[in-house]
Each structure stands twice: as structure tokens, then as C-alpha cells.
């Protein structure tokens, strides 16, 4: 971990959630590692608590390197799981012989689970709590390198469902289950539960929270987004108007919070939008592989044109 002379955070970095949309802030923090950039702490929420994860376990292992091949491992193992195949099963076993996840894609099945969760709820769509990146993240996760003193500080947050409030997971906390609780979508899954307490993603009070890394007084703050801020036209449809709704959710906060960062700090941001335009909302649900290859190509472009405030 490197500091300033005062002590102080040097580099802290903050990712964004945006399910597979996360792609995109993949290919630039990979991009940014492998030309020698380094941080003192991170925040994430959802995808990017995930990314962040990755690449702290993997830095402590085995340096850069190390937290790109992290970073890249659980990218892989997301694809080959096609993590949404046990939801979009709903449909093949009411429509047998269809099989509209092979067939369409998950981002186009995802549009289909959407206007079944308006009309049935969540529960009838996925009555046992299946959350298919449990096994994922139980093979991945090493808490005991997130814990070591090498480390670099890691904050993840998820949101308390009855106060709205957002909590903060230190290294030594982040669990599966914490990672599970920054990236539940209510939507899809129940929440995750938590010292008694129901937690949804993180992103609903944060997107992600930058008080945990502006508390250590850094010099510089790079964010990485994976959300669009610019969506073109105006939603007319049900499910149209409440993607947008919810993408503006996503963003309040944080840029609330950017918009009252001190004027002193040296604040550096990978925006999405030019990565993003054209794609439906459903598309953060698309974990196929030339998608996801064509937003991480994006991300390490963009490394080339930063926007610096």
C-alpha cells in the first residue's frame, strides 16, 4: 500500500454495480493494472463489489498479474455457468421443445422474466432463492487474502432493506454472503439476510458509496462506471419506464456525492455511456461471451480518454 508523506490514501478507487454491464469496468481496471496502476483502497457494489473482490485476493497473491487473472477467472466461470439458465428453465418446462434461453439469448429471455415478475412477482419465478453466483463465488472467494495485511482496504456496501441505509463490509467482513447482498436484485432474488438484517444491492444507496474512501482523505479518486447516465428518448412502456427509473436510482447518489468533492482532490472518471449506448436494460443480464468481450474491449479503450474533473 503506498501513501502519501502525511500518511494519507494516495490512489482510492470506486466501481460501479451494473450486472454483466460490469464488463465494462473490468476491461478498464485490467487495462489501468496492466500499465502500472495501483490504489490504496476500493469500493464496489454488486458487479463491482465482485470485480474488487478479485482483484484485492489477487493482488495479494501474486501482484497485478495476479488481480487480472482473478478478475478474468470469475468472468470465465460466470459464461461457461450461463448463469440465469436455471430462471430461464421456467419457460423451457412451460413450453417444452422452445427453449427460449438457448434460443433468444438471455438478455431477450431476461425481458420476458421481467414482464413475468410485474405480473407474478418474484416468488413465482424463482420460489427456491436460486441465486446461481453462490457457487461461483464459493469456489472463488478467498477471505483469508482479502484479510491479509497486504491487502489494500476493500468496501463493499449493500442496502438494508427497512432503513435504506447503506452497509459498509470492511476486508474482514466480506463474506459470500456480503458479496451476495451487494448484487441482490430484488426482482430476481430474496434478499440476503445478514446479522438479522435483509439486505438488497448496493446500488439502491450507492452506486457505490465514495464516504468510506473519502474518510481516509485521499490525494486521487478514480471511478469506473458501468451504468448509463444518458439513455435517449422517453420509456412509454411499463417495464421500459421502470428500467429507467431504476438506472436513475443507480446514479443519484453518486453523483451527488461527485458533485460536492473537493475541489483539492484529483478526481478521474471512465464513463460508460459511449460503451452502453443502444443496449436495452436487459442486456446486464447477458453473460454470453462475445458480449461480455466486446464491453471488456471497450473498457480497456477507454483507458486512452479518461474524463478528468
Given amino acids: ?33 496492466a500499465d502500472g496502476f495501483r490504489y490504496d483502497a476500493v469500493c464496489g457494489v454488486s458487479s463491482g463489489a465482485i470485480l474488487a473482490a478479485m482483484a484485492v485476493q489477487g493482488e495479494v497473491r501474486a501482484g497485478a498479474e495476479g488481480a487480472r487473472a482473478a478478475m478474468a ?12 439458465a436455471p430462471l430461464t428453465g421456467h419457460f423451457d418446462r ?16 431476461m425481458q420476458g422474466m421481467s414482464a413475468m415478475v410485474n405480473l407474478f412477482g418474484a416468488g413465482a419465478l424463482n420460489p427456491l432463492g436460486h441465486n446461481p453466483l453462490r457457487p461461483i ?67 439502491y444507496s450507492g452506486n457505490p458509496p465514495l464516504a ?22 422517453v420509456p412509454a412502456q411499463q417495464n421500459d419506464i421502470l428500467n429507467r427509473v431504476q438506472e436513475i436510482a443507480f446514479q443519484t ?25 443502444g443496449l436495452p436494460p436487459e442486456s446486464r443480464a447477458n453473460t454470453d461471451r462475445a458480449f461480455l468481450d466486446r464491453l471488456f474491449a471497450a473498457g480497456r479503450a477507454a483507458t486512452r480518454r479518461p474524463s478528468a474533473a
Fill in 253 to 277: 447518489a453518486i453523483d451527488a456525492e461527485c458533485a460536492m468533492l473537493p475541489a483539492s482532490l484529483d478526481f478521474i472518471e471512465y464513463p460508460a455511456d459511449d460503451a452502453l449506448a
Fill in 1 to 33: 500500500m503506498t501513501t502519501t508523506p502525511s500518511g494519507h490514501a494516495g490512489t482510492v478507487l470506486a466501481l460501479q454495480g451494473g450486472g454483466s454491464h460490469g464488463a465494462y469496468a473490468w476491461g478498464v481496471l485490467d487495462a489501468l493494472l
Fill in 73 to 84: 477467472q470469475f468472468w470465465d466461470r460466470l459464461v461457461a455457468t450461463n448463469m440465469f
Fill in 212 to 233: 468510506p474512501l473519502l474518510a481516509l482523505d485521499p490525494a486521487r479518486l478514480v471511478l469506473i462506471r458501468a451504468q448509463s447516465r444518458l439513455r435517449a428518448g
Fill in 137 to 203: 463465488l464459493e469456489d472463488l472467494l478467498d477471505p483469508a487474502a482479502l484479510s491479509d495485511r497486504r491487502a489494500p482496504r476493500l468496501f463493499i456496501a449493500a442496502t438494508a432493506v427497512e432503513s435504506g441505509r447503506p452497509r459498509i463490509f470492511p476486508n474482514r467482513d466480506i463474506t459470500v454472503d456480503a458479496l451476495l447482498a451487494s448484487s441482490c436484485l430484488p426482482m430476481l432474488f430474496p434478499p440476503v439476510t445478514i446479522d438479522g438484517i435483509a439486505y438488497w444491492d448496493g446500488a
Fill in 94 to 109: 412451460w413450453m417444452p421443445g422452445f427453449e427460449i434461453g438457448r434460443t433468444f439469448g438471455n438478455s431477450l429471455a
